[in-house]
Every structure is written in structure tokens, then in C-alpha cells.
């Protein structure tokens, strides 16, 4: 029968609401000479015979033009006081008018004065139990019920706009301030947050949207950390911008992102070291296409640069960067001109040829081969691209007068267990030694761990494994990481090479490291599912460990020794490395290079050995040798 009543034709809902008034007014009106006269009497009644008759004849027709019926009782809100304030306010008159008109006496005005009450609080109060009652009754099997954490602006907007969306209902809402535990909005209770597990079993609730656009991200990693044992999915509104613009939708909901579960405040950067480097100048950005390399690009572009030349070896991520630059470059940098350049950063002759002639003054050396277990597998190629690609970009710097040089250098840099981390720490090495050689290029390295969301990340690929219902994998329960944002890294690594002198390692602060199974079981838990264990063998995700990956480490670092000291920048410091003087480092990567281009797999590791004392591979030699047999 209840699903019959809710979908009836709008038409026939209509009628009966005009009905049951029909019907309820002349009580109202009964109600009112009882309370004026203390009672009933078949004198009264006969008396005003006639106003029980003329009520609801006159009241419905007024109620109807003002809109009253026309009104969607499931969607209505506080507004809906004003229209019935305004039609019980021109029935009174009129009914007050027509009794004068007719001279109909006595008549007490006491009597309009308690029907215009009641007749406002019935309908009131009869419109929003039916918009409460139908949103029960449309917790069907395919809407969601959930319930909204924060009962502030935010909040009341979201629960409006699930009235006009069938697929979600708010069921309650919940709030850190007491004040308002107990109060209603939309109909809609607030509760204390200590009682959200007995709301998830009564209400059965599977979602949860924490509205608090405005608290900062360790209060949103401090209330994320309350709400894990719920077992929710959890989801968060936009920027308090979007919300203040009115046209938020279901689609602006955000699931929980990682950089919400870390907590981590950014700072905000300082734009006169944004632009130093870059505005009104000519920069060059190698690996433009990659995750760093495409960021850095956005940054630099905000920065209104006059020329931003985008080197990269892969066509496809070429055009793609060059495309969405091209549309960001309308916004803010109108006059800079954009050359995509299809290259590899070990042609040495053809960069020379393009910061000549575009007269490059600052290059954002980003290129480089970064899986660790690819490299670890092909580790010629590795040193080539890492070690003098760099070599030539550098030379080529130097050659054509470029002003800065930055390096994008990794973590895995310090004491290195894999190929990947040496050639890095190699390209360091080379800068250190070109920035003692000379004063015409400031070469700079700028350190740093993993960032959220670039290729390779554990972030998109624990969330498809979740979504594809697992199970989830893991290289080690005890492996550790550093993380941050790829904007954050980005505006700090132009930071840093502003600040350089000439040979700095900066090394940027990341942070706490991050427990990666830790990581896995959270954002198990705030997709609404359970990890499977001994403790929940019914889980709904299972967590599996396949062992270290060639050449993976269990915990990264960002310094080799402890002799650093900070900056201007809280955020960016200054570490002193050891180094080689270039007249060593030359001879040692002559000899690198023709292990690498001869493949000569033995010799090319006892190099790396050489080179970079800190090297700590995995495996031995015979086994390193094997390893490469069996991958050839």
C-alpha cells in the first residue's frame, strides 16, 4: 500500500492533500472555540455554523493559488513557513471580512486569532512528517542510506541536494559540537558522534560523507582515524570555494584520498622563490611528460614564463602535456610560447642546439628511468639513461650558458640497494663536480621519496585491486615509505633551485614515513570492507605478501650522513654529501660507459661499487650475473 501511495500521479497526490485540509480545517476551527470558550455547546456550534462551512471553502482555493499544492512534499523546505504563514494569514482576513460584511455577530475575534495558529502549525507540521515519512519509505534496495559528519553549512547542503537524488538518503547527521546534538536540520536529527555505530545498525547505514570542508588535514586524518572501525565507506565534500558557489553536485563528492589518510598540512609556498627562476624567462623542462616532469610544467606555467620548451622521448606523452599546457597557458600565460621537442636527453648535440637557440636560462632536469625493477633488470640501459643523460644535459647546459640547472634526485639516492638509486646518486655526483668546475651554471639537486598518484605508485594500485575485490598485495608487513603530493613536490622543487649557491643537495621534508600495510588496510576499511585474517576470516579483501621486488628496500632515507642544516623554508633542507672531484668522476664514468655500451654486466656493477661507495646491493655478483643470464 505505501509504495502504491508514493507513486500515484502527481495529480491524485494533489487531491488528497486538498481533501484531507478539506477535512482538517473545520476541526482546526472546532479547536479554536474550544479553547476560546472552554468548551462546546450545540449553541456554539449552531452559532458558527456557517464559519465551519466558509473555513475550508475559502482556505483551500487561497492555498492552491499561492502554490501550496504545487509543492513537492519531498523535496520541501524551511521556505514552505512563508507560503503557509502567507495563505492562513489571507484566509483569517477574509473569513474575518466576510463575517463583518454579513454582519454576523458576536463573533470572537479570539477565535480567528487561535484558527490562524492552528491552522499554520497543522499544516506545517503535516508537510514535513510526510517529507519525513516519504524519505523512509524510499530507503528502497538501491538507495544508500548514509549519514553526514558535520552539521554545518556544508552539511545542510548536502542533505538538500539528496532529496533530489534518489540514489542517497541522509538518515542522521553527526557532530563534534555538543550544542547542537539534539536539533534538527531538514528534519534531520544530530547525534553525537560516540553514538555512530549504534546509528550504522539502526538506520543500517553504508556510507558515511564527513561535510568539513574547512578543518585542516590533521583534523581530517584525526576524525578518519575515529571513523576506521566503523567499517564505512567514507567520502568528503569539495573545497569550502565550491560549496559557497551553490552548485555542488553528488559528483563533486570525493572518495578519501591518501593524502587525506597521511594528514599532512601543506605549506604555503613562497611566491617570490616560484618565480625567480621563471618568470619572464626561457626554461626547459626534460621529461615533460612524466609525473614530475608534467607537474613541474604546470607550476612553471602559473609562473608566466616567456618560453617553456617541453623535452621528451615518448611521443604520446608529449602530445598529451602539450595539449592540456596549451589550454592552462590561456589561463595564465598568455605570452608564453610552447615548443614540444622530440628528444633524448643523451643527444648532447641537439640540446645544445635548442638552449642556444631558444637562449634557455633555467632547465628542470626530470628525465629519468625510475621502476626500480625494470632498471634492476636492465641495468645498462638504466646507467645510460640516468647517468649520462644527465652527464649530457648538464654539458649541454654548461656549453650554452644556462643559467640553473635542477635535478629531480630520489630517496632511493642514499645508500642505495639497487641500480636505480646509483645512478642517481652518480648524477649527483657529476653535478657536485661541474658546480666546483665552474661559476657560469648554478647546478642544484633537489631529494625527495614517493609521490601520490605518479606511475608506479602504490596508491592507484591498491585502490583497482580493491575495487576488482582483491586481493591486495604487498612486497613485505614491514616495508616503509615516504610521501607527498605531486604539487606540493613540485612547488618545492622550484623552491629549492632557487635557493641554490651551486652544488646543494636539498632534500625536502617528508614527513613521517608510512607503514605500507598500514596504508592497505585503511583504505580497505574506509572503502567499507573488511581485511580477511584468522580474526575475520569472512572478510571481504584479503591481504597478500609476495617478497621484495629486485632491488627494493625495506625503509627509504633522505640524508647519507647527519650533517644537515635547514633553510628559509621549513619545509626544504640542506644536506652536505660527500663528492668526487670531476677529474676522478671522468675517468671512473669512461669506464662506466663502455661497460654499459658493451654490456658488460660484471664489470659495470663492480663500477657502480666504484663509484658510489655507499652501494649496497641485495645480492652478489655471481648472483646479480645469474639474474641476468636467466632474464637474457
Not at 616495508?479 to 625536502?508: N, S, W
Not at 642544516?565 to 621549513?570: D, K, L, M, R, W
Request: net charge neutral; glycine share 6%; aromatic share 8%.
Amino acid at each position: 500500500m505505501l509504495h502504491t501511495l508514493t507513486n500515484l500521479p502527481r495529480r491524485y497526490k494533489q487531491i488528497m492533500a486538498m481533501a484531507m485540509d478539506f477535512i482538517c480545517l473545520p476541526l482546526l476551527l472546532a479547536v479554536a472555540i474550544w479553547l476560546r470558550y472552554e468548551g462546546l455547546n450545540p449553541d456554539l456550534l449552531r452559532h458558527y455554523f456557517w464559519l465551519f462551512i466558509a473555513a475550508p471553502c475559502i482556505s483551500v482555493p487561497v492555498f492552491a493559488r499561492i502554490g501550496l499544492y504545487r509543492a513537492v512534499v519531498r523535496f520541501i523546505d524551511q521556505k514552505i513557513i512563508g507560503v503557509i504563514v502567507l495563505g492562513a494569514t489571507t484566509s483569517v482576513l477574509a473569513l474575518t471580512f466576510i463575517s463583518l460584511m454579513l454582519h454576523i455577530l458576536p463573533i470572537s475575534r479570539a477565535v480567528f486569532g487561535f484558527f490562524w495558529m492552528g491552522s499554520i502549525f497543522y499544516l506545517s507540521a503535516s508537510r514535513f512528517a510526510a517529507r519525513h515519512w516519504l524519505a523512509r519509505v524510499s530507503l528502497h534496495e538501491d538507495a544508500i542510506p548514509v549519514c553526514i559528519y558535520g552539521a554545518g553549512q556544508a552539511g545542510a547542503q548536502l542533505a538538500a541536494m539528496m532529496r533530489h537524488d534518489s540514489q542517497y538518503v541522509c538518515v542522521a547527521f553527526v557532530d563534534d559540537n555538543k550544542q547542537k546534538h539534539g536539533a534538527l536540520i531538514g528534519g534531520i536529527r544530530v547525534y553525537d558522534p560516540k553514538e555512530l555505530s549504534r546509528l550504522i545498525t539502526k538506520f543500517e547505514i553504508r556510507e558515511l560523507l564527513l561535510a568539513m570542508p574547512s578543518i585542516s588535514r590533521a583534523r581530517h586524518k584525526q576524525i578518519l582515524d575515529q571513523l576506521e572501525p566503523c567499517k564505512l565507506k567514507i567520502r568528503l565534500t569539495p573545497s569550502l570555494k565550491t560549496l559557497m558557489s551553490g552548485e555542488l553536485k553528488m559528483q563533486d563528492i570525493r572518495e578519501v584520498d591518501v593524502e587525506d589518510l597521511l594528514g599532512r598540512d601543506t605549506v604555503e609556498p613562497d611566491q617570490r622563490l616560484l618565480g625567480q627562476c621563471i618568470k619572464g624567462q626561457y626554461v626547459a623542462v626534460t621529461g615533460a611528460g612524466g609525473s614530475i616532469g608534467s607537474e613541474l610544467c604546470r607550476q612553471i606555467l602559473r609562473q608566466q614564463p616567456l618560453r617553456l620548451i617541453l623535452i621528451e622521448s615518448s611521443e604520446y606523452a608529449l602530445y598529451s602535456i602539450e595539449q592540456e599546457l596549451a589550454q592552462l597557458a590561456k589561463q595564465y600565460a598568455p605570452d608564453c610560447e610552447l615548443l614540444p621537442v622530440l628528444c633524448s636527453v643523451r643527444q648532447q648535440d641537439k640540446l645544445e642546439a635548442l638552449f642556444s637557440a631558444f637562449s634557455i636560462t633555467t632547465v628542470y632536469h626530470a628525465a629519468a628511468y625510475k621502476h626500480v625493477p625494470l632498471v634492476e633488470h636492465n641495468p645498462a640501459e638504466g646507467v645510460l639513461n640516468n647517468v649520462f643523460g644527465t652527464l649530457s644535459v648538464a654539458q649541454a647546459a654548461m656549453a650554452t650558458g644556462v643559467k640553473n640547472f635542477v635535478l629531480i634526485s630520489t630517496d632511493k639516492a642514499v645508500r642505495p640497494t639497487n641500480v636505480m638509486g646509483t645512478t642517481k646518486r652518480i648524477a649527483e655526483l657529476i653535478l657536485q663536480a661541474f658546480a666546483r668546475e665552474q661559476q657560469g651554471t648554478r647546478f642544484c639537486m633537489v631529494r625527495f621519496g614517493n609521490v601520490l598518484g605518479s606511475s608506479g605508485s602504490v596508491v592507484p594500485l591498491f585502490k583497482k585491486q580493491i575495487l576488482a575485490g582483491g586481493p591486495v598485495t604487498l612486497t613485505h608487513p614491514d616495508i616503509t615509505r615516504y610521501f607527498m603530493t605531486i604539487p606540493e613536490a613540485a612547488q618545492l622543487v622550484i623552491q629549492a633551485g632557487a635557493m641554490g649557491e651551486g652544488g646543494d643537495v636539498f632534500v625536502l621534508n617528508m614527513g613521517d614515513p608510512v607503514r605500507i600495510h598500514d596504508l592497505a588496510r585503511r583504505m580497505i576499511h574506509l572503502f567499507g570492507l573488511e581485511v580477511r585474517s584468522d580474526v575475520h576470516p569472512n572478510g571481504s579483501i584479503e591481504i597478500q605478501y609476495v617478497g621484495l621486488r629486485p632491488g627494493e628496500k625495506l625503509y627509504e632515507e633522505l640524508l647519507i650522513g647527519d650533517n644537515v642544516e635547514g633553510t628559509t623554508h621549513p619545509l626544504i633542507m640542506r644536506a652536505q654529501e660527500t663528492e668526487l672531484p670531476w677529474e676522478q668522476l671522468q675517468q671512473l664514468l669512461n669506464r662506466l660507459r663502455i661497460a654499459c655500451e658493451q654490456n658488460q654486466v660484471n664489470e659495470l656493477r663492480l663500477m657502480l661499487l666504484q663509484i658510489v661507495a655507499e652501494y649496497q646491493p641485495q645480492c652478489g655478483i655471481e648472483d646479480f650475473l645469474w639474474k641476468q643470464k636467466q632474464h637474457t
